[in-house]
């Protein structure tokens, strides 16, 4: 079935009327590589997280329709407009290289809204996603579903700024105004980068014996329960372990880890990934490893390092799962006996470039790997609080870098507190800190409190 279409492109200052027939199967634009500014924007939650997660998603989500991400512009926190008592947006522009036209363009971007419940009703609603194309190369663009530029760019804060982060010399194709002069003339309201958001790693152990929550979830229906409700507070990642590694923890054999893990494995990965999220597996067995990469699993959580098993590294390497390196010495049986060091900094990073190496000897990318430096393994609280201090030269080596504090010892050591459960105040004080410091990960136990501490500690402190 045929379809006529007019559009109006229009450069610089030469404009020309086309009258354009195309096919309902055909929407490519064979002249050029056009390069476009989409603009996204979100004020509540989707199945895909909190809105600067739903928002990541989203620009994932444009590789598979064929649409190139050149660069991305901060995160901005906005003031709604017009003022209301709905909650701030967060704000982004994304440049995009693309050969598809403006119609399929937008009609992919109300695919990507529509996936995560975004219906186009009310007229400036809450939402859990909102897509538009901003501007299409140097052209004036009128379709029946677009129109390029957005009519009322020029008053948006929330779409300038970002646009001045990755596109500061471009120039309104009708108007003839930079980015710099609309920004200048543009009604002002709250609108502010955001600072840095680690992403939250949600611990769910389902064994009798760990130390903060062992016992709670160690059924499997009591543990997908915990695991959606995590997901639901923002985790965008779901730490699964089967066996303690508390100070003098006893070891168990790899299948009675798996007796514990996997039936939750089963039903919790395809969920996890129908919602965009990532299950990382806390075990230190090959055999494991084996198990749940056969399952889906995303990420290989190795206390050890993959040391403690000899087929570890080889297991990790013929997969494609990513995988976080830990520093420990001993065993956990024996680690608070070897917290000795001349340089827990240094001594820490030698031991990551060595396993590092050995990983990429393995086959192992760096691109895979994430460093968690172990806290309160074979450290003291004194330690944890250098490492935290150090997380920027943790960093130097390549790698993203995990923080673990939630809950443990140090925060008795400190404050005072006995009860692991009762240490969700110092936990929180701790994540800010990594989070300062510049933590890529942080996993925690306590998902809700610690995102909303994140979000207004990055609202505080942007730059």
Known sequence: MRRIAFVTFQYGKNSINKRKERTACCELCSERNAMIFIALGANTPSPFGLPHQTMRWAVLQLHAYGIEVVQQSRVYITEPVPISAQPYYYNQVVQVNTRLSPDAVMRFLLEIETRTG??????????????????????????????????????????????QDIASHWVHPTLQLSVQQMIASAPQYYCEPLGHMPQVMGVLNVTPDSFSDGGQFDGTEAALVQAVTMM?????????????????????????????????????????????????????????????????????????????????????????????????????????????YDNVVMDVHR???????????????????????????????AHNMQLIHNIAHLKTLGCPVLIGASRKSMIARIAG???????????????????????????VHDVQVTQQALILNAALTAN
């Open 417 to 443: 507190e006995c009860d692991a459960q009762q240490r969700i105040g110092g936990s929180v004080a701790l994540a800010l800190q990594a989070q300062t410091h510049g933590a890529n990960w942080l996993r």
């Open 118 to 163: 975004r219906q186009r009703r009310e007229i400036n609603a809450s939402r859990p996603l909102d897509l538009d194309i901003i501007a299409y190369d140097n052209s004036h663009i009128i379709t029946q579903m677009v129109h390029i530029p957005h009519p009322r760019m020029h008053e948006r804060l929330f779409v300038l700024r970002p646009i």
């Open 351 to 381: 031991y990551f470039e060595q396993r590092i190496a050995a990983c990429e000897a393995a086959g192992i990318a760096p691109s895979r790997i994430t460093l968690d430096p172990g806290l309160g393994f074979a450290k003291t609280a």
């Open 232 to 340: 639901d507070e923002g985790a965008f990642c779901i730490d699964i372990g089967g066996e303690s590694t508390r100070p003098n923890a006893p070891e168990i054999s790899p299948h009675d880890e798996q007796a514990r893990i996997v039936p939750v494995l089963k039903q919790l990965v395809p969920l996890a990934h129908a919602r965009g999220r990532r299950i990382s597996v806390d075990t230190r067995h090959a055999s494991t490893m084996e198990a749940v990469i056969k399952l889906g699993v995303d990420i290989i959580n190795d206390v050890s390092a993959l040391t403690h098993d000899d087929r570890s590294l080889d297991v990790v390497a013929q997969s494609r799962a990513d995988v976080i390196l830990m520093h420990m010495r001993g065993t956990p049986a024996t680690m608070m006996s070897l917290a000795h």
